[in-house]
């Protein structure tokens, strides 16, 4: 029998690897952030993802091996995560590297190096698979290592031919298997027998480049690519059934469990998958937000939001009811901090998103359960597919949590239309990750290898002479382009400040002989600076010779507010706290935006006292030092880096002395007088733990107060005032609106009244009780509530249940119980009118002795207040 390996722990199993690949030359590297450069993905998905300009040709390696343990997130398989034994969000790829150094034979032997010598994996524990057409690899494994034949699998493009994308590097790969069942023998070996066989090792022999069209070209250099899964890894070495017992996930599980109070061990498989997901999730949550994603409604923050949101209703489904998420995130943190400790350095941040996406999320699923009863109420023959992914995907209620409560009813889910509509949001996904593939990227892909990156001019000079390298229209290719077509261009040499740091791109002209093309933005990829415009006059063509120009009167706004930013910051610094840190910014033409962290508002009184300092600074006419330097000494400077930022090894500050020093790439003034004056424009709060402060710099700022002035005249010449007269006519206004709206509640509960003494005789003798059931027309709910009582009182012990429509298609009810109707007849005043506010497809609640409720059906309104009455009548006889 062959022998098991030795067990290792995650964080040996991590460092072995990359100490491995070290002795051997490559350059150990960090983990590149889950954020990629690459436009062409939302999230890092792969170890190479961070080389691929690399190996694209685009951008030249300072080494020609390294070797990383990559972050990598995917949600495209998220639905079978906790399902199967390795299908994660978040992973960790270990991966070796080689940029037109060695290759396969090299990648070959010590990939076999690592499995059985350091690893310690027997061999004839190991299956490999190489790509079916790749004789060179299959002869590599056979001869050179000494695999036998029938153990080397050939296998088709879907599985051996490894790609990062539509588009970009691409080539065939071969990969390592362990085998959990060598006892089954090596006849007919299938390795899509997933209960047998685990892929723990991808080598990929980076040979091509794919463009948009699908087309493969030779790359100039051959290049290497792997890819080790240390969970993998993980459960092969530590001998446990799924990567989720295995050192890395295990602890953070344990925690939900001991939260939810049940034991991992005696659970169905069920709860197992809840906790699985839970503990797969909250690593990605963790990663994610310490890399600086923040929740929103869209790309990268969407995935953020829906992966608490599942951690969230998992949690839920195994019997936690209050909030938890921070303490399993407390767990996955300290998990994660030796070999990433910016999540330690994030940890207030974590838990304070985390804290407000889950509270903010139990409320929605607490409206689910209630549009879930309104649904029951109606008792209909089935739930509809629509009304059950409605409630799973707008609310987050769990389907299996849907079917529970509607089975008590004995009322089935129509489980295939809630396949199709989930469907349908699986095609939108797919189609939504599809636009992020740049048909322009596409191009450049293509290109790439045969023009040299965009040299920047625009620090020093405004104008300059450029070539046409690149022209494309709608994304492709062509030679020419006529007067008003859109086109997107690549030049050799630009003054165009292209967008990033949050500054925008530059505008401007691109001009020859009887041509004219307006350049409205440019942006970067990779290494080229593309520019977006449209052909005013003429005809442009490819190499044209074109004088480019940008719009000198744009250029200084942004540089204004460019430079305000930086000294926004030092100002946030040194008057409100100097541990803030930039957390997102942008600088355009006319205005600027700072986003921060920051757990509170900013008073008045710091507003005021930030601005002043920033004017004072402008006032003391600070010139700009401006230095190339390596990153290590910019830092021990004390430059300030933002946050989640990639640097290259050398960098360039921007330094006004005894103000602000920062790292940064952007275009600035030379003199902080050049900027004139600076204003706040408002302070708000946009996530848990960061604010935002808007503000107008320079020539933007007449803009504002010329905007501010236009809304005061128009207010004087509406109230007939002066400017400072207007607060005052204001607060008059509302005074006498306030004063209106009280005499008008106060005639509506005289007429509520009036309207219940109509009433009063309609009461009914029930044994020792009175009962009243009444509509009131269209009296409002507060003058219904105060007519309900008043009524109660003056029958004394009675049960009073009044109805009105106080607006179109609106119902509104009240229950006024005594005290010896709802304690000797155990009758709730809140759940009693809360089942009648059903019928009129609504509901509520209160106390035992009075309740209000409302529906949305007024049409069933006395049908409801013939059933409270016969149901009263009933229940106190």
């Known amino acids: 029998m062959p022998k098991s390996p030795k067990s290792l722990s995650g964080n040996q199993i991590r460092q072995k690897f990359l100490d491995f690949y070290e002795k051997r030359q490559h350059q150990v590297l960090p983990s590149a952030s889950l954020v990629p450069e690459d436009p062409t993905v939302l999230l890092t998905i792969a170890g190479m993802l961070p080389f691929k300009p690399i190996f694209l040709g685009q951008r030249q390696s300072d080494f020609s091996r390294a070797t990383t343990s990559q ?61 079916r057409e790749d004789d060179e690899a299959f002869a590599i494994w056979r001869d050179k290592i000494g695999i036998p034949a029938h153990r080397i699998q050939r296998m088709g493009e879907e599985d051996n031919f490894w ?227 409605t409630l799973y995907d707008t609310y987050g209620f769990p389907l299996e949590l849907t079917q529970e409560i509607a089975e008590e009813q004995g009322i089935p889910v129509d489980l295939a239309g809630f396949d199709v509509e989930m469907e349908k949001q699986r095609q939108r996904a797919r189609d939504a990750h599809k636009t992020i593939d740049l048909t322009v990227q596409g191009s450049l892909d293509k290109l790439a290898e045969h023009i040299h990156g965009t040299t920047f001019l625009g620090y020093s000079e405004p104008q300059s002479t450029a070539q046409i390298e690149v022209l494309l229209v709608e994304g492709k290719a062509v030679d020419s382009a006529p007067s008003g077509t859109e086109v997107q261009i690549i030049l050799d040499q630009t003054p165009f400040y292209a967008e990033s740091g949050g500054q925008i791109g530059d505008r401007g002209y691109l001009s020859g002989d009887n041509l004219v093309v307006r350049i409205e933005d440019v942006k970067k990829e990779s290494d080229f600076f593309v520019h977006f415009g449209r052909v005013e006059r003429g005809t442009l063509n490819l190499g044209d010779t074109v004088t480019a120009q940008i719009d000198r009167a744009c250029r200084r706004r942004a540089q204004a507010n460019h430079t305000a930013t930086h000294l926004l910051q030092a100002a946030l610094k040194k008057i409100v706290d100097p541990s803030i840190s930039q957390a997102g910014s942008l600088v355009a033409f006319d205005r600027l935006r700072f986003d921060f962290n920051c757990s509170r508002s900013l008073t008045s009184e710091e507003l005021t006292q930030i601005e002043e300092q920033i004017n004072t600074w402008i006032a003391e006419a600070h010139g700009a030092d401006v230095a190339i330097m390596a990153l290590t000494d910019a830092k021990a400077k004390g430059a300030i880096a933002m946050f989640g930022e ?232």
């Open 71 to 131: 972050k990598c997130l995917r949600t495209n398989d998220i639905e079978n995560v906790g399902r199967t034994a390795r299908h994660h969000t978040f992973f960790e790829m270990l991966g070796n590297f080689s940029f037109g150094d060695y290759f396969k034979e090299q990648a070959i032997a010590w990939a076999w190096e690592l499995s059985t010598k350091v690893f310690e994996l027997p061999p004839e524990r190991l299956v490999v698979s190489v790509f």
């Open 163 to 389: 790609a990062s994308g539509p588009t970009g590097p691409c080539g065939p790969c071969s990969e390592i298997y362990y085998d959990f069942h060598p006892e089954k023998g090596d006849k007919d070996i299938d390795l899509e027998d997933d209960t047998r066989f685990i892929e723990y090792y991808n080598l990929v022999f980076m040979q091509y480049n794919r463009d948009a069209d699908g087309n493969l070209t030779p790359l100039q250099n051959k290049n290497i690519d792997t890819g080790l899964g240390l969970e993998r890894m993980a459960q092969i070495l530590q001998q446990v059934p799924n990567n989720y017992e295995t050192d890395l996930i295990f602890p953070i599980i344990k925690t939900a469990a001991e939260i939810a109070g049940i034991d991992y061990a005696k659970s169905d498989e069920k709860t197992k998958v809840s906790l699985k997901v839970i503990g797969d999730h909250i690593r990605a949550v963790v990663h994610l937000i310490a890399d600086g994603v923040t929740v929103s409604n869209t790309g990268r923050g969407y995935i953020l939001r829906r992966l608490i949101r599942r951690v969230v209703r998992h949690g839920r489904l195994i019997g936690i009811q209050g909030e938890f998420t921070t303490q399993v995130a407390d767990t996955a943190i300290a998990l994660a901090e030796d070999a990433y400790p910016n999540v330690r350095q994030r940890d207030d941040s974590i838990k304070a998103q985390l804290q407000r996406e889950e509270s903010q999320f139990l409320k929605r699923i607490e409206n689910g359960e209630k549009l879930l009863a309104e649904i029951l109420a109606k008792k209909p023959d089935s739930i509809s597919g629509i009304d059950a992914f």
């Open 646 to 877: 990639k640097y290259a090894d050398e960098v360039r500050v921007i330094d006004f002395p005894g103000v602000s020093m920062e790292l940064c790439g952007g275009t600035h003034v030379n003199n902080t007088a050049e900027i004139g004056v600076f204003k706040i424009v408002s302070e708000t709060g946009v996530a848990s733990g960061i604010r935002r402060i808007e503000a107008v710099a320079g020539p933007a700022v007449l803009d504002y107060l010329n905007l501010r002035d236009k809304v005061v005249k128009e207010l004087c010449d509406r109230f007939k005032a002066k400017p400072e007269e207007i607060p005052d006519r204001i607060t008059n206004l509302q005074n006498e609106l306030k004063a209106s709206q009280k005499e008008l509640d106060a005639v509506k509960q005289e007429l509520a009244l009036a309207k219940s003494d109509q009433v009063l005789s309609q009461a009914e003798s029930v044994g020792e009780f009175k009962v009243l059931v009444a509509n009131l027309g269209d009296i409002e709910p507060d003058a219904l509530k105060t007519a309900a009582e008043r009524l109660q009182q003056k029958l004394g012990e009675s049960a009073v249940i009044l109805g009105s429509v106080p607006t179109e298609g609106k119902v509104s009810l009240v229950a006024a119980f005594s005290a010896k109707v709802h304690k000797d007849k155990q009758l709730q005043a809140g759940k009693f009118i809360g089942g009648i506010a059903k019928l009129c497809g609504g509901g509520g609640g209160g106390r035992p002795n009075l309740a209000q409720a409302g529906g949305r059906d007024s049409s069933k309104l006395p049908e409801a207040l013939d059933t409270a009455k016969r149901q009263l009548i009933e229940q106190l006889q």
